[in-house]
């Protein structure tokens, strides 16, 4: 069990790129810290391996209390986003090299790269040296290396960011599978949200070396706790508009009025309103609908992105199974189910409202 | 155009490569002169006797000389080596207070002349009692501000995450030491143990001061000594010797050229 407690980071004493970071990650969780590059993620990451002195808070694994003990005696392996690896030794010298100190008999530290290799693959490249090895096999080698050490807690930073997108995909489901086999607790960075949502117990948002959310991927996304999140998580990204609100309705860029079947707080003028492009779908016959035109098609064989003016200035994207012949310049009714409309106010932060069934009804306006 | 230009390059070469093979040429067809030869200025030996030679090794204990200056020289190459890399290694992967300050000092001794230091170094050396022994003409060398700056020249371009994955594996940094960084900077350590091995190796002043007999003189001391010992110098005799002292010098030349040429390279660049 991991636990940060106010954890934070300044290089100058002044400006903190992490800062009161809490959080508990429980033993053999698969925990993913994810946030675009600069938000504090890997230098989190680094004062949990112990490479970066914590400047304030504490920082506890089972219960002791580790900040400034040396990374060596924290228990913990880390795999690095260039992999690390030796380039003049073997393979099979790179995995064990660490295990040395370790007070390992010569049968033992031979016996756990076999088991290391053999999970991954690699028992045929032991003799070969890193050059001469692909990406994805360098990657499996800095795997073996943090699996050999047997520690109960391993840290990830961005592994699969220099692996093409095939690749990628497969690594995904491998470490992923690693980790339930082995047990291990594991804090994963990366930038890439679906890396975040496919492998993650629960996942941390950060943006700015803030926490915006921490929780279960799909909690995440289907209930961002702000716009960054909401926008952050999700491909293609969430639709997101600037709207005034008028009693019941919402007004966009004075073109288009959206009614709800609710009424906001009186004090809310501006929000935000976010709908996912799956949410988006075509009317049926009795749907209340509004209509647009269709400015970009993008057929994926499985799926269709359609992007549409909402009003003159924003576009929206629509996401519908399969594929859907609409063409560019086609006019098309749509319609959004009110449950899947998120608001958020001025500060970004979300507002929760009590959420009818309704479908919303959007209407252009003259004004 | 453009062989024109090789033309005059290859010329240009050429007539470099004379001007600083003359003397080592004309040292080496001495050699195989006898003295009246010489003073009749014979320019080309009738036969090529090796007389000078045998000679030379009769005159000073030649040998013995060469011996000293081997082991001098050796050792003065393992402890720049040793010294140079440890200091190195602690100014690239250590963090401690000062670092770079103290970095920078020890590069700014390299704008003090060797010379000025001879005379506090030699007092210390009498002092010690190291007068006329190898601890004497070595020990005041293994520090050298040149070594420790090509070196970590060198040790930065070691990616410091290799540095990092052994602290989080538990590596000690002896460990990283031995079996990661010398490994991995081989070429940069050529350079400087043919660079240590040579400047020690033609070494004069040092050892003139701090030996005063045979046992552990070197050789640069034995040449001067043979053109002293007699009124008439026999110029033979004594490029003789000499052919035989640089021997060490060219050979480590030829063998370590790509070494050197490519350890200076990277110094410079990275």
Redesign the interface.
Same mark, same amino acid.
């Given at each position: 069990m991991i636990e940060l407690v106010q954890i934070g980071k300044s290089y100058d004493g002044k400006t903190f790129v992490v800062d009161d970071v809490n959080v508990r990650i429980e033993k053999g969780e698969f925990f993913v810290l994810v946030g675009p590059s600069g938000c504090g993620k890997s230098t989190l990451l680094r004062m949990i391996a112990g490479l970066e002195p914590i400047t304030s808070g504490s920082l506890r694994i089972n219960g002791k209390e580790m900040n400034d003990v040396p990374p060596s005696e924290r228990n913990l392996s880390m795999v690095f986003q260039n992999y690390a690896l030796y380039p003049h030794l073997t393979v099979e010298e790179n995995i064990t090299f660490g295990l040395h100190t370790k007070k390992i008999s010569k049968q033992e530290r031979k016996k756990r790269c076999m088991e290391a290799a053999e999970m991954l693959g690699l028992t045929d490249y032991l003799k070969h040296k890193p050059r001469q090895l692909s990406g994805g096999q360098r990657q499996r080698v800095a795997l073996a290396r943090a699996i050999v050490a047997q520690t109960p807690i391993c840290l990830m930073d961005e592994p699969l960011s220099n692996l093409d997108a095939k690749l990628r995909a497969k690594m995904r489901f491998e470490i992923r599978q690693l980790q339930q086999q082995l047990g291990i607790t594991m804090i994963y960075v990366t930038h890439d949200q679906i890396e975040a949502m496919t492998m993650a117990d629960r996942i941390m948002v950060m943006n700015g070396g803030r926490v915006q959310q921490i929780g279960e991927p799909l909690d995440v996304y289907n209930h961002p706790a702000n716009i960054f999140v909401a926008s952050f998580i999700g491909s293609p990204a969430m639709n997101m508009t600037k709207a005034d609100v008028l009693e019941q309705s919402l007004i966009f860029n004075r073109e288009r009025i959206m009614r709800l079947a609710h009424r906001f707080p009186l004090e809310t003028k501006n929000i935000t309103i976010g709908v996912r492009p799956e949410h988006i779908r075509l009317a049926n016959k009795n749907d209340p609908y509004f209509t647009v035109k269709v400015v970009n098609v993008e057929r994926l064989g499985t799926e269709t992105l359609i992007t549409f003016a909402l009003t003159k200035k924003e576009h929206w994207i629509a996401r519908w199974n399969g594929q859907c012949s609409v063409r560019v310049g086609d006019e098309v009714p749509v319609t959004i189910d009110e449950q899947h409309v998120l608001f958020f106010n001025e500060a970004g932060e979300r507002l929760y409202m009590g959420v009818g069934d309704d479908y919303v009804s959007f209407r252009e306006t003259k004004f | 155009m453009s062989i024109f230009r090789s033309m005059v390059t290859y010329i240009l070469l050429v007539i470099g490569a004379v001007i600083v093979m003359f003397p080592i040429g004309y040292a080496f067809i001495i050699s195989f002169l006898s003295g009246a030869q010489l003073l009749q200025g014979v320019l080309w030996p009738d036969e090529w006797s090796l007389r000078n030679y045998v000679t030379a090794f009769e005159k000073v204990p030649l040998l013995r000389y060469l011996w000293n200056s081997f082991i001098v020289s050796f050792i003065v190459m393992i402890g720049q080596l040793l010294v140079s890399s440890l200091a190195a290694y602690a100014f690239v992967f250590l963090r401690f207070w000062g670092r770079d300050v103290l970095f920078f000092m020890t590069i700014a001794t390299m704008l003090i002349p060797w010379e000025a230091t001879v005379i506090p170094n030699f007092l210390t050396i009498q002092k010690l009692g190291w007068t006329n022994s190898y601890l004497g003409l070595t020990v005041p060398f293994f520090a050298l501000a040149f070594g420790i700056f090509l070196l970590r020249q060198h040790f930065k371009t070691i /990616?410091f995450?290799?540095y990092?994955?052994?602290?989080?594996?538990?590596?000690?940094h002896f460990?990283f030491f031995w079996?990661?960084v010398l /490994?991995?900077s081989k070429t940069s350590l050529a350079t400087l143990g043919v660079y240590s091995f040579l400047t020690t190796w033609n070494m004069y002043l040092w050892p003139l001061l701090v030996t005063n007999d045979e046992k552990v003189r070197t050789v640069q001391i034995g040449l001067k000594q043979m053109q002293t010992q007699e009124m008439a110098t026999e110029w033979g005799v004594v490029m003789a010797a000499v052919v035989i002292v640089i021997m060490p010098t060219l050979l480590l030349l030829f063998i370590g050229q790509k070494q050197l040429q490519k350890g200076l390279m990277q110094g410079a660049i990275k």
């Open positions: - | /990616p995450e290799l990092e994955a052994a602290q989080v594996s538990g590596v000690r460990r079996y990661v /490994p991995l």
